[in-house]
């Protein structure tokens, strides 16, 4: 899993895929070019875990678990301790502030950066209205959000691009990560993901992460697609 090619944290891969299988077979068409990796809920029951520790333990590779955790607080505790054993870099839960309290809590001394999901990406205003959620702007809304998370205790915020600006602005914001999917290289399809752009306008717009994944593992090339992001990100 070398080719010698540069890589840049900034990227994360999210790694959608059916199974472990074929998350290690993209991550060695890879290589080098990616050095941090999303695994996510729906490979929790395929083996996610078990390529989260090969990726990190025998490739050096960074691991985003994007689980998105929410239920009581002790359960969330309990729950993040647990996972404290696999090292990982980056984990999610929702962005509650008892969530976000219940697993600092759990986590302890580890290293692992909590980070807070505030509203997904995949959702519009009309789908929050199915959900009940209050009236108003989702921008807004998920400044609100966000900024209750990181008061709560959250390390970092996932987010929309287009929500990072103002997130980024709020003064509970100061030494936090943003991580932002709804990510697509130019000319890309937009997928399932309803509040999307470019990888170079997240991070002018104040992520420090970015996650990609169909648009890398479906390429043609996936290593060059990927490459080409990395390009994109060391020109700005």
Known sequence: MSDMRASDDRLIVALDVPNAITGMEVAAQLGDAVSFYKIGLGMLSNGGMALANELKGEFGKKIFMDLKLFDIGATIENAVRG??????DFLTVHGDPYVVKAAQEGKGSADTKILAVTILTSLDRQDLDGALI???DIKDLVQERAGKAFLAGADG??????????IRALPEAEG????????????????????????????ANGADHIVVGRP?????????AAQSIVDELAAL
């Open 83 to 88: 996972l404290m054993q696999f090292e990982l």
């Open 134 to 136: 209050k009236p108003g």
């Open 176 to 203: 936090k990560l943003i991580v932002t999917p709804g990510v697509r290289p130019t000319g890309a399809d937009a997928g399932d993901q309803k509040r999307i752009t470019t990888p170079a306008q997240a991070i």
């Open 157 to 166: 915020v996932i987010a929309s691009p287009h929500e990072a600006t103002v």
């Open 216 to 224: 890398i593992w479906r390429a043609e090339d996936p290593c060059k």
